[in-house]
């Protein structure tokens, strides 16, 4: 990172309020020093000379508060006063409520408390690099690949309809690509994209650069309603009340209008959890395609390679597995859905992996003050299993550990998070650990809690509707 840097901070670094989440900066001029805020609930003592904070955009009319049509778009001739599809649920009460638990559940947002947090995570970093945890034990992927290839030879021997080897080794195969995306293999760039781009592009038909753009913003705001794209799945599922109205996404820069199918929906979210992941991997295939085709692919500088390497492996993806597999092997069209379908419902407990690890943590935002460490290990979740059992689960199980350390190879996070265990408690932050099951019943728990604020919030509406009574006394 040193080529990157252009200055040092003396003493502690204070947080700005991004610009994303309403900061306004001006550059000071050779004239005279940069001018003073108007008004400001922007909280820093401003460690940066070459800027001042200036009123926060929150004065502004906020883009919930604007109509929208049902697809979540402003109508056309821009805002008038025509009114809601679905009358949204009055959330915020519930939304404060759920701060002030998490507030009193983790440690002070004061400044030693936090400063405290940040030098014990930068002495842990040290000790896990003295200690080798960042370099790759290149003989346990040598292990994981003895046990894919048999995976694969079997399969050459079984006929397509006798279901469904091939896609047991996608599954596993994943966990490197993964892996890869975090440079946590050769912890070069070009090798590592490389890698990923062969797992995920050519033998799983996913896109690597996509993958990457949304994980690392998932990695850097983690569990945040607004900010982090891994947990915005509307209308279909809602893991905090903040989700129970219209909110925009600044990742995909759209706005996710509360309308009649979230309405729907989110009362049910319990049951259709487990149906929905099964066939997860459908929208994966299209954001991937989505995010080759957008502007976003196009604007990588030096990386500006990836994106034709990627379209050209998932194309000769779709050419091995669509026309040659599916079209060519199969005969008559119900098996070839029946294929389709069950191999892909085989995939089903990688996407349950992944989201049992922040579905039923905090999403309440803390704000700048917050330390990085802390905030991870608020939004985040291990699953506790046996040393056995991590083949199996690729190293996901160890997504706090993972959230702390993105670079650290998976085969030394089980090792790694005794280290982790220590310092959450120097530190007094909670580490949540549940198993594979009970974790499923948190998030099972979670959704239902959310399902059922929503319709008590409903119930209150049309109450005050139908009396005119507000509630307040």
Request: proline share 6%; net charge negative.
């Amino acid at each position: 990172m040193n080529r990157y840097r252009i200055g040092r901070v003396s003493g502690p670094w204070v947080n700005f309020t991004p610009p994303i989440r309403g900061g306004i900066f001006s550059q000071s001029t050779s004239e005279g020093p940069p001018s003073k805020p108007k008004s400001s609930s922007i909280h820093t003592n401003a460690p940066s000379e070459s800027f001042s904070v200036q009123e926060p955009m929150s004065e502004s009319k906020p883009l919930s508060s604007l109509p929208l049509t049902s697809l979540g778009t402003l109508p056309a001739g821009g805002a008038d006063k025509s009114p809601m599809p679905t009358k949204e649920p009055d959330n915020a009460s519930v939304v404060k409520q759920a701060l002030e638990d998490d507030m009193d559940n983790y440690p002070s947002l004061d400044a030693e408390t936090q400063q405290h947090i940040v030098r014990k995570y930068r002495d842990l970093h040290e000790e896990a690099k003295v200690g080798g945890y960042y370099d790759c034990r290149y003989r346990e992927y040598a292990k994981d690949a003895s046990w894919l290839v048999l995976g694969m030879a079997y399969d050459s021997f079984t006929n397509a309809r006798d279901y469904y080897q091939a896609d047991v080794v996608q599954h596993q195969i994943m966990f490197t690509a993964h892996d890869a995306g975090h440079q946590g293999i050769t912890h070069n760039f070009v090798i590592d994209t490389l890698i990923g781009i062969f797992i995920a592009d050519f033998c799983c038909g996913l896109s690597m650069g996509w993958w990457k753009s949304s994980h690392n913003v998932h990695h850097l705001v983690t569990n945040h309603h607004e900010h982090d794209p891994d947990i915005q799945n509307a209308p279909l599922f809602a893991m905090s009340p903040s989700y129970l109205s219209t909110f925009h996404s600044s990742y995909y820069n759209f706005t996710f209008a509360w309308d009649r199918v979230a309405e729907l929906a989110i009362p049910y979210q319990r049951y259709t959890y487990y149906p929905i992941m099964g066939i997860a991997r459908f929208n994966l295939y299209f954001l991937s395609w989505c995010h080759l085709l957008s502007p976003r692919s196009k604007t990588l500088g030096a990386a500006a390679w990836t994106r034709p390497t990627e379209i050209c492996f998932m194309l000769m993806y779709w050419f091995l597995f669509g026309y040659c597999l599916v079209w060519r092997s199969i005969p008559t069209w119900p098996l070839r859905v029946m294929f389709v379908l069950v191999s892909h419902i085989i995939t089903m407990p990688l996407h349950v992996q992944i989201t049992l690890s922040h579905w039923a943590m905090s999403t309440s935002d803390f704000g700048e003050a917050e330390s990085f460490p802390q905030h991870q290990l608020r939004t985040t979740m291990d699953v506790e299993c046996p040393a056995w059992l991590d083949f199996i689960h690729g190293g996901l199980q160890f997504q706090a550990v993972h959230h702390l350390f993105p670079g650290v190879p998976r085969h030394n996070l089980r090792r790694l998070q005794q280290l982790v265990i220590r310092f959450c408690e120097e530190t007094n932050i909670k580490y949540k650990r549940l198993g594979f099951v009970a974790g499923n019943k948190d998030v099972l728990g979670k959704l239902g809690e959310v399902a059922n604020q929503l319709e008590l919030m409903i119930k209150c509406q049309k109450h005050m509707a139908e009396t005119g009574e507000s509630g307040l006394h």
